[in-house]
């Protein structure tokens, strides 16, 4: 990173570029259209745009940027129009943002749609023993199986659905499944979440502590307190400290120069932005949150120097692997390749984001 000091004017610029540069993308593996395209160009419907979506709207929200969230108003229509793919795990990414996108816009199919999808959830979607959400994709069905990237993708639109909808059992499903999630996928020595965990083998798989995963349920925990304001006390109460265990590890693997290897505990394993920035930002939020002291900021400080030294000249994230099946052996990670990706763009305007409006509030 530059030695310019990291002003206001600059974060925003900062910001903006990133999501300009979400925008431009056309695809995983596509790379970026020229920049006098319009609107978001991403045309497909599944968990990699989803969570991207989430970071442009939250942007989009604390600028009171109009154009984006027409832009955001805009892709919705155009894809349900068109017709939604399979509805899974992943694909139910992109139904968080739109959650809170109909707390903006009078569109009744949005509204619809929401209600629905969240119902199916509940219903239809196959479920492992102990009731968890099996984690169903596109290319495979996961007989048996949870991972921890469930919870950001589809547990997190469940309990706002459920704020939303005046649903409390849609709530009370969504706590339940961080609950069984948290069992099988945490590890009691030192707090860090395994990728995934199956009934039917009854193991860890890997037993890999992979960032990303782990920074979803950094993000997870602290993005439920503030999705579903009333959420229940005791509930709270564990969730919070499941996080608190979790940080204590990540701050201990933490890089001198604020980054996390794609395998927190192998230094071996290469580095990874879009994990850094999630750690980072969930770290911030678990502070707002007063579930982490605030001593924990020095180490989201670090981590956000270093992803801002990972966004190039045209705001594109550098240093994001791609998305991440269920490895068998911990070599699979080490092997992810790395390219340009919403999710990398999103977790790091999340991160952006939430230091902008901790520094507007302190004013």
Known sequence: MDAMPLTKPVLRNKIDLVAKAFSRLKGIKEGLVGADAGGIQFDEWDWEVGVGLYGFLRRASAANDRLAIDDLVDWYARQIARGLPPRQINSTAPMLPLAILI?????????????????????????????????????????????????????????RAGVVMGRPDWVDEAVYQFMVHARYLSDPVTGLWYHGWTFEGRHNFARAFW???N????????????????????????????????????????????????????PTSPVETSATAGIAYGILRGIEAGI?????????????AAVLAHIDNEGVVQGVSDGTPMGHN???????????????QALTMLLLTEVLLEGEEQE
């Open 103 to 159: 707390e903006h816009v009078d569109r009744p199919e949005f509204r619809g749609l929401v209600e629905d999808w969240a119902d199916w959830l509940v219903h239809a979607l196959p479920k492992t023993e102990d009731g968890g959400f099996q984690h169903v994709v596109k290319e495979r069905s996961n007989d048996g199986e949870l991972w921890d990237d469930t919870l950001f993708m589809a547990c997190l639109f469940l309990a």
């Open 330 to 344: 911990l070599e699979f990670y080490r092997r992810i390749p790395n390219l340009p990706t919403p999710y990398g």
């Open 211 to 213: 960032a990303r995963g």
């Open 292 to 304: 982490l002291p605030a001593a924990d900021r020095r180490h989201a400080e670090n981590a956000l």
């Open 215 to 266: 920074a979803w349920i950094t993000v997870a925990i602290p993005e439920l307190f503030k999705l579903v304001p009333d959420l229940n006390g005791k509930d709270k109460r564990f969730l919070a400290n499941v996080l608190a265990s979790q940080v204590r590890s990540l701050k201990k693997l933490q890089r001198a120069d604020g980054m996390f290897h794609t395998l927190l505990d192998d």
